[in-house]
């Protein structure tokens, strides 16, 4: 586990409290980063969050995969409820893994040999990334054509999401200002949803309302505060994909690709959380301003194995891979749920302050 996010003691924390939702259920916030295929590592998290009869999900806050989960989640949710959202993040990852069968991304020949999951020695990856470094999406995709505008078209309804019980917030980085945008359940579309996952060296800026946006994890993977604010809910889960941690001096070309490109994705969230630790150090002191956001418990379901996974398989979306990690997912949530259910709507169980240590 990241000794920079570290669990607090099960004996400590605050004193419990009683829950406020009437039918005996916590509610729950979810935090989702994104990750492209790793994402499905949080379908198997909220398959078996939604599984659980001891809690319900008041709002989710979601970056790239992460706003895809949680979109395909409120909407089938509107409908049918846990159970409907379930069946419906399956078919969604379906589709993604169906669509990516005639896509020339796929595992070289040692890599399959080896068992590992990378890209790294795949001639396609290879060309599409020298291809990046000497072109622009605009020089090579010039129609701005992505596969999953359709795969999200029959994915999700929009109009169930806009009127879901779930909150949903997409976050995507406005290319102008740097700033994050946040798209609440009846401003998401497949554009938001497309402008949250977009790669600016894979696509072209996704333009809404006349401002060209980015991928969301340059500003916030995921942002916390709408959650804070804006959601009932006391108890915050993220679940967090890319490591914040990693052994070792990257060396190669593609290990060092890849911590570059964790670093930047988490720096937006670890920023978020050190912020939230100092406003409750000051309510802890009795000023006001802080109140409201010491009363959040946080918590964080997270895999070591997510470590052993490299950038590039971020990009494999073969079938075997995708239930490999929403199983690791399942498992994750499950040993969550074993070691701090009984946590939930009582104490935190991430410890934030460590995050100000030496700052």
Same mark, same amino acid.
């Given at each position: 586990?990241?000794?920079?996010?570290?669990?607090?003691?099960?004996e400590g924390g605050a004193t419990p409290e009683p829950s406020s939702v009437p039918?005996?259920?916590?509610?729950?916030? !979810?935090?989702?980063?994104?990750?492209?295929?790793?994402?499905?590592?949080?379908?198997?998290?909220?398959?078996?969050?939604?599984?659980?009869?001891?809690?319900?999900?008041?709002?989710?806050?979601?970056?790239?995969?992460?706003?895809?989960?949680?979109?395909?989640?409120? %909407?089938?949710?509107?409908?049918?409820?846990?159970?409907?959202? +379930?069946?419906?993040?399956?078919?969604?990852?379906?589709?993604?893994?169906?669509?990516?069968?005639?896509?020339?991304?796929?595992?070289?020949?040692?890599?399959?040999?080896?068992?590992?999951?990378? !890209?790294?020695? %795949?001639?396609?990856?290879?060309?599409?990334?020298?291809?990046?470094?000497?072109? %622009?999406?605009?020089?090579?995709?010039?129609?701005?054509?992505?596969?999953? +505008?359709?795969?999200?078209?029959?994915?999700?309804?929009?109009?169930?999401?806009?009127?879901?019980?779930?909150?949903?917030?997409?976050?995507?980085?406005?290319?102008?200002?740097?700033?994050?945008?946040?798209?609440?359940?009846?401003?998401v579309s497949p554009d938001a949803l497309l402008a949250?996952?977009?790669?600016?060296?894979?696509?072209?800026?996704?333009?809404?309302?006349?401002?060209?946006?980015?991928?969301?994890?340059? %500003?916030?993977?995921?942002?916390?505060?709408?959650?804070?604010?804006?959601?009932?809910?006391?108890?915050?889960?993220?679940?967090?994909?890319?490591?914040?941690?990693?052994?070792?001096?990257?060396?190669?070309?593609?290990?060092?690709?890849?911590?570059?490109?964790?670093?930047?994705?988490?720096?937006?969230?670890?920023?978020?959380?050190?912020?939230?630790?100092?406003?409750?150090?000051?309510?802890?002191?009795?000023?006001?301003?802080?109140?409201?956001?010491?009363?959040?418990?946080?918590?964080?379901?997270?895999?070591?194995?997510?470590?052993?996974?490299?950038?590039?398989?971020?990009?494999?979306?073969?079938?075997?891979? !995708?239930?490999?990690?929403?199983?690791?997912?399942?498992?994750?949530?499950?040993?969550? !749920?074993?070691?701090?259910?009984?946590?939930?709507?009582?104490?935190?169980?991430?410890?934030?302050?460590?995050?100000?240590?030496?700052?």
């Amino acid at each position: 586990m990241s000794q920079l996010i570290r669990e607090e003691d099960r004996e400590g924390g605050a004193t419990p409290e009683p829950s406020s939702v009437p039918d005996d259920r916590v509610a729950v916030d !979810l935090a989702l980063q994104g990750g492209g295929a790793h994402g499905a590592f949080t379908w198997g998290v909220l398959d078996r969050l939604l599984a659980e009869p001891r809690i319900r999900i008041d709002g989710i806050s979601g970056t790239s995969a992460g706003a895809m989960n949680a979109s395909v989640l409120a %909407s089938a949710f509107a409908n049918g409820g846990a159970e409907a959202a +379930r069946e419906a993040l399956a078919a969604f990852w379906r589709r993604v893994s169906g669509g990516a069968l005639l896509s020339p991304l796929k595992r070289g020949p040692l890599d399959v040999l080896l068992g590992r999951w990378t !890209l790294d020695y %795949s001639p396609a990856f290879l060309a599409l990334d020298l291809a990046s470094r000497l072109f %622009s999406p605009y020089d090579l995709n010039p129609a701005a054509w992505n596969p999953l +505008r359709d795969i999200l078209a029959e994915s999700i309804d929009f109009e169930r999401l806009a009127a879901s019980p779930v909150k949903v917030f997409v976050t995507a980085t406005c290319v102008r200002t740097g700033r994050p945008r946040i798209f609440r359940n009846a401003d998401v579309s497949p554009d938001a949803l497309l402008a949250s996952a977009c790669l600016p060296q894979m696509f072209q800026a996704v333009e809404i309302d006349g401002e060209a946006y980015w991928d969301g994890g340059y %500003s916030g993977n995921p942002t916390i505060s709408p959650l804070v604010r804006e959601c009932s809910a006391h108890d915050t889960v993220l679940v967090q994909i890319n490591p914040v941690e990693r052994p070792g001096t990257p060396r190669s070309a593609g290990e060092i690709l890849s911590r570059v490109n964790e670093i930047s994705f988490n720096a937006p969230l670890l920023k978020e959380l050190r912020m939230i630790a100092v406003l409750r150090q000051v309510a802890d002191a009795g000023r006001s301003e802080g109140a409201l956001w010491a009363e959040m418990r946080m918590h964080r379901i997270a895999s070591e194995r997510m470590v052993d996974l490299g950038y590039s398989s971020k990009l494999n979306a073969e079938w075997a891979f !995708l239930t490999m990690l929403r199983d690791e997912g399942q498992r994750a949530a499950g040993e969550f !749920l074993d070691r701090h259910g009984d946590d939930l709507g009582r104490r935190a169980t991430l410890d934030l302050d460590h995050l100000l240590e030496g700052i």
